[in-house]
């Protein structure tokens, strides 16, 4: 089975061609927020930080769901049970911030507020957020979902762009539903579409929603691969893309970068959707003429010594996030 078969998301995005300017790099971090990160995963193995186990702090941030290994495969994979797997930017790092509940796929706004502020403090460049909440769920009300917005645009403020869920169609989702206002100018967003390049019946499609991506393909599980859907599995693509983006231009603001990825998108369903693009989104950063220069400029990334310590056990066992 060729990869077109069974990651057809990586050719769709054109992250091959991507990977000609940069496969990313280590001392980029991505943070995903969800249920911890299988370390041990072949496909993982060296490229998980410790991370924060915010329910469980005496724990170490392993999955005991599946959801986040599925995640961090998307974004950061890089070939070990089958030679040919890759995740977006298969040369960055992922750090691990366990936001749900033991052994369920639960999630409640204080912890999504404190996971973001754990990974600003420990130096992510990217944050993911496969996870959200809806109005009405357990915790979630006007003062958590104060700390999470002001946590969101706090990252924001520091120049780390945050990438989360749509959610499904049927109801709106925080923190994706603040995409569009002023204060969250670098929030992004992000619907999902289909191997036929056609946005999912499910997918959201409110007017925060302003980038798709592909879902359904085949990423990593707690001890094995398989496939996984939902704009859950959109985000990440974005935030690896976003990941080779601060690669090229670590000095870009969350609002530049997510300006530059509409723009580079390609428009789908008649221009009416837009599905980002890597590859034609290093190009307009410059390509390989930029990454030499910001190479030159010999800039050294601040990650916390405590961060930087591999993790090699893990926890086994699905889940649900947001869509």
Not at 44 to 68: F, S, T, Y
Not at 105 to 129: C, K, T, Y
Not at 277 to 282: E, S, T, V
Request: glycine letters at 10%; one cysteine or more; aromatic letters at 6%.
């Amino acid at each position: 089975m060729t990869r077109q078969t069974w990651q057809w998301s990586l050719e769709r995005i054109e992250a091959p061609r991507a990977w000609r300017i940069t496969p990313g790099d280590p001392s980029v971090v991505v943070a995903v927020l969800d249920t911890g990160v299988d370390p041990r995963h072949p496909d993982l193995q060296g490229k998980v930080l410790p991370g924060v186990n915010l329910c469980e702090p005496h724990r170490p941030a392993h999955d005991d769901n599946g959801h986040g290994t599925a995640v961090a495969g998307i974004i950061a994979g890089h070939g070990g049970v089958r030679a040919r797997f890759r995740g977006v930017a298969p040369e960055v790092r992922i750090l691990p911030i366990k936001v749900n509940r033991p052994r369920s796929g639960n999630v409640r706004a204080p912890q999504i507020a404190e996971g973001i502020r754990q990974a600003i403090a420990l130096g992510a460049d990217v944050l993911n957020l496969s996870v959200g909440c809806d109005v009405g769920e357990p915790e979630f009300n006007h003062e958590s979902m104060a700390q999470m917005a002001n946590a969101i645009y706090e990252a924001l403020r520091r120049g780390i762009p945050v990438v989360c869920a749509g959610g499904p169609r049927e109801r709106k989702t925080y923190p994706a539903s603040w995409e569009m206002l002023p204060e969250f100018a670098g929030l992004i967003a992000v619907g999902a579409t289909d191997h036929r390049d056609r946005l999912h019946s499910w997918s959201p499609r409110w007017e925060y929603v302003s980038l798709a991506a592909p879902a359904g393909a085949t990423t990593t599980f707690p001890g094995f691969h398989g496939r996984f859907g939902g704009t859950s599995a959109a985000s990440p693509h974005v935030a690896g893309v976003i990941a080779l983006m601060r690669t090229v231009r670590p000095d870009l603001k969350p609002k530049e970068l997510k300006r530059i990825l509409l723009e580079t998108s390609d428009r789908i369903q008649g221009g009416r959707v837009l599905r980002v693009n890597a590859y034609r989104a290093l190009l307009a950063l410059g390509g390989r003429a930029a990454l030499r220069e910001n190479e030159q400029l010999h800039k050294t990334r601040k990650i916390p010594s405590s961060a930087l310590q591999w993790s090699t056990s893990s926890v086994q066992t699905t889940t649900r996030g947001p869509g």
